[in-house]
Each structure stands twice: as structure tokens, then as C-alpha cells.
């Protein structure tokens, strides 16, 4: 017979994974995360009720350096701004995280006032995620990233808390990770051809930024070194329908497997247009922010690129990813140049995705997290409970 602590954990992990409120505070003592291995799964304690304890929202800023310049069809940058979060509750820490690439239209600064005026401490349960973060969602119309730093870390909280990973509450097989792109962003052929050679033996599959003139430069000079499949991301920077579908055929003949975002997001008809006369499958990246764009893309695209910065964190993600499986569309997880924490979190859906674009933890040289791993170019889902992250030892507080 199932015992009491056995079958509180199990209820509590249904609950959850449905989207449900736990009407109890579930507590038990912090995890250690020197008694863990990254691989194993916390058992938690046996829940009892507390008294009323409130949440508190922390927040830094933090700036990320890159590897390498990063260019894509429109701009370069070295650095990225960003923005750590972390809500604490009752010994408990939830990590979350804002990236703000120049094209999302957010800073540090609108970052923190936005995050000013989130009042967690009105909830004494952070188990009630809906309710949490509905009220998140209605201080603005925008402010993506700074929403899904929010959601990030109180999903990583309320996981820790039952001692379970977020794939494991969605019901998801981490066995079916996929494998993840690796992003090569726009250069000269001689540092083109130095970055693949530095991935190509750790991954299964590359992405490469292209919506210049120099396209083709930039696939031979990749095909000079490996065969390895290639997704390409336009950014919107090809402009005329006619030129963009002949280069999908070359790019076809080249061992490309997908387009991302050929043309601008305005240009809804021209990409029905390509999409329906492409060899290749086209994916919506800029065009799809939240829920209603996948709707929309019904279509106008073969699959939808969902982004926790763009949509505004793991709740709305799940939920786009659902409805995209539900609407025929095919799915790609994709990330901004982020630490683990928001790269772990979204690696979370990920067996549940056709294509995985997982590697702004691995473009960055300051990362302050260990979460998600990565064997023979495949994802590995940690063990750990909530969003799977630890913080590197270097970067603890003192």
C-alpha cells in the first residue's frame, strides 16, 4: 500500500503538472546541493503546514561576454545585458533570468522598473502560478523578458519545493532530448571557417546565421569543413520572395534542413507565399512572440521558434507548445545568449520539440550557473529539482 509521504508527493507533482493550486504550504528542509549529483532526483520530505510566509523578489544586474563578436543580418555585439532574479521562500531560492538582445527592445533599466513593481509578498502560496503570474502579466502589455525572470524563478522555486525537475511535473521523457544546434554567427570566411572547426566534433547539427550578401560564402565555407546538417536563421534579412526561394533550393542542395524567419515579420503573404513553395521547412522566429502568434502562423509557417524571452517564460511556453502540437505546426525551442538558468529552464520542454536551438549558455565565457549538459551534441536534462541549476562555486555570495 502507497504510504502518506509517497502519496503527497505524487498528488503534489499531478497538481502542479496540471496547472493547479496546492491549498497547503508544502515544506521540507533545503536541499544541499553538495549532497545531490547533478543527476540524481531529490526525494522531497514529507509536506506539512506552515504558517504565513511571503516571498521576496531579488534582482542584479549582470552583463554577459560573449565568445565571439556575434553578428547577425542586422547588427554585432560582444556583451549582452541581463538581469539576474531570485525569490526566496521559506529557505528556499528560485533562480530566474532577463537576456535582452538589442531587437527585443528592453534594457537593464526597463527590466528593473518593471521588476520594482512586482509584489510577491501578497501571496502566501507560491504553488498558485497561475494566480501569480497573471498578476505578473497584467503590470504591462510588454516587458517580456522581465516576466519570464519572474516565472523562471518561481517555477524553480515551486519545483524545489516538491523535489522534482519541471520535465518530470509535465510529464516529459528527458531520454527524448534532442540534440542541439550550435550557432555560427556572421564573419569573415577565415573566422567562419575557425569557429567550425572549434564545434564541429561536440555537436550534431549547426545553425548558421546568414541574410547578407554573402550567404553562399558562408555555407561553403562551413562545407569546407564538415557535412554536419545546418538550420540557417535569415533574421528577417532576405527581402525579396523570389530571390529568398531560390536560395532555399540551394541551400536544400547544400545539407540545410530548415529556414528561420526568411522574411520580415510584416510580410505575411510573401511568407505564405515561400512557405508554401519551399523544399525546406520555414519557421517563424520574430513572427512568433506568445500564444496568439502561433495561432497566426497557421499557414504562413511549417513550425514556430518558441522563446522564453520572447513569450514571457515556461508558463506561456508550455502552453504554446501545446497548442502548436495541437494546430499541426512543428516545434523549435530556441534561447538568446543566456547563463544556464534560462537555457535549463527551457531545456525543460525540450522532449517535447522537433528542433532544439539550446546554446546561449555556450556562447557566453562568464556563466554563472551549471545546469543543463550536453553529450555527443545531444541536450542532457538534469536530475536536480525545479529548473536544475546549481550556481558555480566562483560565484557564490560570501
Not at 526525494?43 to 542584479?60: S, T
Not at 534594457?107 to 502560496?125: G, I, P, R
Not at 571557417?193 to 553562399?216: A, H, M, P, W, Y
Request: charged content about 25%.
Amino acid at each position: 500500500m502507497q504510504n502518506r509521504r509517497e502519496f503527497l508527493k505524487v498528488a503534489g507533482l499531478a497538481a502542479v503538472g496540471a496547472g493547479l493550486a496546492i491549498g497547503c504550504k508544502p515544506r521540507q528542509e533545503p536541499p544541499k546541493p553538495d549532497d545531490q549529483p547533478g543527476g540524481d532526483t531529490l526525494k522531497p520530505a514529507e509536506p506539512v503546514i506552515v504558517g504565513p510566509c511571503r516571498m521576496k523578489l531579488r534582482y542584479y544586474p549582470y552583463e554577459l561576454q560573449l565568445q565571439h563578436t556575434f553578428t547577425v543580418s542586422s547588427y554585432s555585439r560582444n556583451t549582452t545585458p541581463d538581469v539576474q532574479v531570485e525569490i526566496e521562500y521559506q529557505g528556499y531560492t528560485g533562480y530566474g533570468e532577463a537576456s535582452m538582445p538589442p531587437y527585443l527592445g528592453q534594457s537593464v533599466d526597463s527590466v528593473t522598473a518593471f521588476l520594482e513593481k512586482v509584489n510577491l509578498e501578497q501571496f502566501a502560496d507560491p504553488f498558485c502560478l497561475e494566480d501569480i503570474l497573471a498578476y505578473v502579466d497584467s503590470l504591462s502589455p510588454g516587458d517580456s523578458a522581465a516576466k519570464a525572470a519572474v516565472d523562471i524563478a518561481l517555477h524553480d522555486l515551486v519545483g524545489k519545493m516538491l523535489g522534482a525537475p519541471w520535465y518530470r511535473i509535465w510529464g516529459y521523457n528527458p531520454a527524448k532530448a534532442p540534440s542541439t544546434t550550435f550557432t555560427i554567427g556572421i564573419d569573415t570566411p577565415e573566422v567562419v571557417k575557425e569557429k567550425t572547426q572549434e564545434c564541429v566534433d561536440r555537436f550534431n547539427i549547426l545553425k548558421v546565421k546568414v541574410g547578407t550578401d554573402s550567404d553562399k560564402e558562408m555555407i561553403n565555407t562551413i562545407r569546407s569543413v564538415t557535412d554536419l546538417p545546418i538550420a540557417v536563421d535569415a533574421n528577417q534579412g532576405w527581402t525579396d520572395r523570389f530571390k529568398a526561394l531560390d536560395m532555399i533550393y540551394w541551400l536544400r542542395d547544400n545539407g540545410i534542413v530548415m529556414v528561420e524567419q526568411p522574411l520580415a515579420v510584416n510580410r505575411i503573404d510573401d511568407l505564405a507565399w515561400l512557405r508554401e513553395r519551399s523544399p525546406l521547412p520555414v519557421f517563424g522566429d520574430e513572427s512568433i512572440q506568445g500564444l496568439d502568434d502561433v495561432r497566426r502562423a497557421v499557414g504562413v509557417f511549417d513550425g514556430v521558434n518558441i522563446k522564453l524571452m520572447k513569450c514571457g517564460g515556461m508558463r506561456n511556453a508550455h502552453k504554446m507548445v501545446d497548442l502548436a502540437r495541437g494546430l499541426g505546426l512543428k516545434v523549435m525551442l530556441g534561447c538568446m545568449t543566456e547563463t544556464s538558468c534560462a537555457v535549463s529552464a527551457a531545456a525543460q520542454l525540450s522532449p517535447a520539440v522537433d528542433f532544439a536551438d539550446l546554446d546561449g549558455n555556450l556562447l557566453i565565457s562568464n556563466d554563472l550557473f551549471e545546469g543543463v549538459g550536453l553529450h555527443e551534441g545531444k541536450l542532457v536534462l538534469p536530475g536536480r529539482p525545479g529548473i536544475g541549476v546549481v550556481k558555480r562555486a566562483s560565484t557564490e555570495e560570501s
